[in-house]
């Protein structure tokens, strides 16, 4: 007969060991125990932790200077404020969810905070996280001067992007709602702001801002914390929704080049439908035409029949979804059923009476479906413009805003290969500071795809993985000595493997530049 087995009991045989050392199985089948026993060696106290990422990060941090930059932010008391960053930043793929008031749990080990070389109360680690939060945009600005300084970043072009992070708090201060990137109305969140070397690839610029900041409000924000590391003649890159006449202003005003896509006008399917002849080909899938614009700028007009087919695909689609909802529509009315409920109003407050008409009973299915899809056609599929204020082709233009992506790229890395969401923090020093332990972690792994080319393909979450696996076990003897053994060394941790030698002073951006190919990264001696 049918009986309830409990999680902890299982049904299983007896065993026992022979004077052999063979394993014997004996008993009564139907014996019930309380317990699992697996066949592992005696628990012991050894501790293994994951050393990638302090590998990188400390490497970094010394590289730059950083590290010494960070312990001037408070007095000489407790653990260094460089090396809990360091610990942040390292554990950051492990931060997922976590509230900035009880990070310490990370760390609450004491063998492990030793590795760190922390040895202060573990919840100082959230205080420093407000720390770093009230001095984000000092600490931004030193790396983006050792981008440049330091490594060559030369910032010629930069790529402008923003997004929106969400939170698992009450609606305070920055914390708001808006537009959400995230498909998360129902959740309070800020917007950020990130700046990119295109050359590099680094990023070189982070701002926040309340959560209700759109693009085209948040660029100057943007823009101006990342101008005083552009050089004469440098060039912003961006998406359309941080364009307006005003930000275009701004950037005549600093001696900025942009180049930003636009949405189609009326102006422009006047000009293409007087200009029929007018394409010209880039090459089999593109072509173009130039418009002058305002103030001397040029206005690309491209076309793609890749995307232009694409386009008319989904209508397709679109049309055959209809169609086969009509139907059903059609069935069940004549069936005298209800229609469903996204057919109605469900406002329990409104009386709605609706009619249905269904004139396609002329047509055969693929005859009203082509039909359809020609009246969704509105003559600008697979069409784009591009602006730009300087005299740029338009293959070079092309080029220079598909290489965008980069940043793009950045976020996806921030959201997906580092987790910064959903973070749960209530201050708004927290909300910088969690925001800007995700960049550093970002500037990081950039730093590896950018020092050494065999790792460019790489995304944060393959780089993020593989630093995982890069571990130091303590041993602990039964007379208290303990013994470090490192395993698992990666292509990457060989690769910035400093060797047996002395670990040079930390430098700081003032010194002299040195190119990324004297550029050494120590991760540990």
Known sequence: MPFNVSVAAVLVRQEEKDMNGRTERMGKRGKRVE???????????????????????????????????????????????????????????????????????????????????????????????????????????????????????????????????????????????????????????????????????????????????????????????????????????????????????????????????????????????????????????????????????????????????????RHLRKAERDYDEMTELKAALEKGKRPRKKHRNSNCFVDTRLSHRFPLDVMTREEAIAHAAKEMATGREGMFVLLTSRPLSAQGALGLYRSRNAAESAFRDLKHGIDWRPARCTSIDAVRGRVLVSFLALFCMSMVRFLYPEFRAKTAESISEELSSFSLTVEKGADGSKRRIWSNFTPIIRRIWGGKRRVPAPRMPEAAPKGPVQASMDGFG
Not at 126 to 135: A, F, K
């Open 35 to 313: 317990e699992i026993r697996a066949r592992v060696p005696a628990p012991n106290g050894n501790v293994t932790v994951a050393m990638g990422h302090k590998a990188l990060v400390d490497a970094v941090f010394r590289d730059t200077g950083l590290g010494g930059f960070l312990d001037g932010l408070k007095r000489d008391q407790g653990d260094s404020v460089a090396m809990e960053v360091a610990a942040l930043v390292a554990c950051s793929a492990e931060m997922t969810g976590v509230s900035v008031s009880r990070l310490d749990r990370m760390l609450g080990d004491g063998d492990a905070r030793r590795e760190y070389g922390l040895s202060g109360d573990p919840r100082s680690i959230y205080r420093t996280v407000e720390r770093i939060g009230r001095n984000s945009d000092a600490i931004v600005g030193f790396l983006g001067v050792a981008a440049k300084d330091v490594y060559g970043a030369g910032l010629e072009t930069t790529f402008l992007d923003w997004t929106s992070i969400y939170f698992e708090a009450d609606p305070k201060g920055p914390i708001t709602f808006g537009h959400t990137r995230d498909h998360r109305p129902d959740r309070p969140q800020v917007t950020v702001g990130l700046a990119m070397d295109k050359g590099s690839g680094m990023p070189v610029g982070l701002t926040v801002m309340p959560g209700n900041t759109v693009d085209v409000t948040h660029f100057e924000e943007t823009l101006m914390q990342v101008r005083p590391l552009l050089p004469e003649g440098a060039m912003a890159v961006f998406d359309n929704g941080g364009y307006s006449m005003g930000n275009a202003a701004l950037l005549d005003k600093e001696g900025i080049g942009f180049l930003t896509r636009m949405q189609l006008n009326a102006s422009d399917d006047k000009h293409v439908a007087a200009c029929t002849h007018g394409w010209r080909w880039l090459d089999d899938d593109v072509s173009f035409m130039v418009v002058k614009g305002n103030l001397g700028r040029r206005r690309f007009l491209f076309r793609s029949e890749r995307l232009r087919a694409a386009a008319l695909a």
